[in-house]
């Protein structure tokens, strides 16, 4: 076992803040870096140590070799890199491995083969583990050749670069006629924000859940799950509401996916904390998607459930900590739903909406959890993900979560900024949502309702967004016919 003495924190805003309170609950110094425009965010206030890194707003937390000669320079003996950024990058891990800097997550070897998703699949495939019906890399092919694909494992199918994250590079098909179009923006966003233009394909299942596993491993080859989380509640495939445990499925299911997801994590000889990512059909069938190698957003849900510190236990893990879990040790207690809150104008089609924030209170009470980087005259920056704070709940019941929830996002203020605080309130109030009862088309299906229920102070042109959104959805599944 090594005593990590400082750890480097490669990254920003709540994350960052996350895992500094995390190493000051383990007496372990934390650094923090900020680029020059994001010099007032919170983590850089409360770590012991922090370092500019540039002056342009994102390119600093990407820069490899100076965040390496930082860590050497301030003597940190750990990087943790947070999820975005470089959280999956193996080169980075790479790296930190060469200088003798311990990287908090799995080996570099693991974050590669994994943040391929078309390797992973093919990986997983031969291990037994269920994929998704799709094709290889379509980059060598020709059009013709691609729709023959397509028509082989049948409309609507979906096309997703493999260097993919965060709901960004993917297209679904429904009909022939759209398939050029789709697979030129997919490569090109694709190319825009992964810098690598390969895509494949995969059969589109149909309003599926998604649901994923926490996986905790040692070094030692010591795997267990913390169970599942339900993301179904998604918009433009980037989740909204996660939920912990997944309602409504049975614990014969729960156990079978949960000891796939052990297979999956073993198959890549996996360490520290992950995620595995599966859909489940309409007839419980499941089916592997993706590994994230990293902390995931969503992990204070399985945090509240389980009462395990995900962060403390990334951070021993890679001092070389022996797991003392074993899987009959994991039992969750209740339900736990997080909800983030972003700074989107949800009536102009969910633009960024950065800006300084006035008045800043938020929901407190019993079993109320808010992870945030922000605070009272903070002025959000343009320049990153639109994430302002993450509301998470803990109750006994679903029933007395999503009360909780809605409760608590009505006492919870932000001003002079517009945020989706209302349009969450909206989901909380729908017979689906409170009954456990909905898949990932959720958002889509009833974004007209819930517009409605948005009760926003500046709703400007309410009524013509609905409208818009009205013909959008019929033009839709007129051209699903
Ligand atoms: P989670 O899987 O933890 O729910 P998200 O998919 O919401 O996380 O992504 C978390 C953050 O990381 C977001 O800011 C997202 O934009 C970013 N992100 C995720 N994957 C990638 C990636 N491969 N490349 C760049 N950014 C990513
Ligand atoms: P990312 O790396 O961006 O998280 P994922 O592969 O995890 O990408 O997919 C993101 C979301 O897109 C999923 O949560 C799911 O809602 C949807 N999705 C992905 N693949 C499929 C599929 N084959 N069929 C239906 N929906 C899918
Ligand atoms: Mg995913």
């Known amino acids: 076992m090594i005593q990590i003495h400082k750890i480097l924190i490669a990254n920003r805003g709540e994350i960052a803040v996350r895992i500094i309170r995390a190493c000051r609950d383990l007496h372990i110094k934390s650094v923090a870096l900020f680029t020059e425009p994001d010099g007032d965010c919170l983590h850089v206030k409360i770590a012991d140590e922090a370092y500019r890194i540039g002056t342009d707003a994102i390119r600093g937390y990407l820069d490899i070799a100076r965040i390496i000669e930082i860590a050497k320079a301030c003597s940190a003996d750990a990087v943790h890199p947070g999820y975005g950024f470089l959280s999956e990058n193996y080169e980075f891990a790479k790296a930190c491995e060469d200088s003798g800097i311990i990287f908090i997550g799995p080996r570099s070897e693991v974050i590669r083969k994994m943040g391929n998703k078309n ?23 020709g059009l013709d050749e691609i729709k023959v694909f397509a028509e082989k494992i049948g409309y609507p199918v979906i096309l997703k670069a493999s260097g993919g994250g965060g ?12 398939l050029e179009n789709a697979l030129d923006s997919c490569k090109r966003e694709a190319l825009t924000f992964f810098g690598n233009d390969e895509v494949f394909m995969e059969k589109y299942v149909v309003s599926p859940r998604h649901i994923e596993f926490q996986i905790l491993g040692d070094n030692y080859g010591n795997i267990i799950h913390l169970c599942e989380r339900d993301c179904s509640i998604q918009r433009r495939h980037q989740k909204i509401i996660e939920i912990a445990p997944c309602p409504g499925i049975s614990e014969h299911l729960r156990k079978t996916i949960g000891v796939t997801a052990i297979a999956a ?151 002079d900024i517009r945020t989706t605080i209302p349009f969450l309130i909206a989901i909380t109030k729908t017979r689906e949502f409170r009954r456990g009862y909905f898949d990932t088309s959720f958002i889509e299906t009833h974004m007209k309702e819930l517009l409605e229920n948005t009760e926003d102070r500046h709703q400007d042109n309410k009524e013509e967004v609905i409208a818009a959104i009205a013909a959008t959805l019929k033009k839709i599944r007129e051209s699903r016919k």
């Open 119 to 141: 390797i992973a699949r093919k990986l997983m495939a031969s291990n037994g583990i269920p994929i998704v019906p799709g094709t290889e890399k379509l980059n060598s092919y």
């Open 167 to 178: 709901g960004r590079g993917i297209r679904v098909v429904y009909k022939q006629e759209e």
């Open 265 to 415: 994590a073993k198959a890549v000889g996996y360490t520290n904390v992950g995620t595995v990512e599966f859909l489940l059909d309409d007839y419980n069938r499941f089916y592997f998607m993706e590994m994230n190698t990293r902390i995931q957003v969503e992990h204070p849900v399985t945090e509240e459930i389980t009462g395990v510190d995900l962060i403390v236990r990334q951070i021993r893990i890679a001092g070389g900590e022996i797991l003392d879990l074993e899987q009959s040790d994991i039992k969750p207690r209740g339900f736990a739903i997080e909800a983030r809150i972003t700074a989107e104008n949800v009536w102009k089609n969910f633009i960024p909406s950065p800006g300084k924030i006035g008045e800043y209170y938020p929901a407190l009470g019993p079993s109320v959890r808010v992870d945030s980087h922000i605070y009272k005259d903070y002025k959000v920056p343009p320049f990153y993900d639109s994430l302002l704070a993450k509301l998470i709940i803990k109750a006994t019941s679903f029933d007395l979560a999503v009360n909780k929830l809605e409760r608590a996002l009505k006492e919870f203020i932000i001003t």
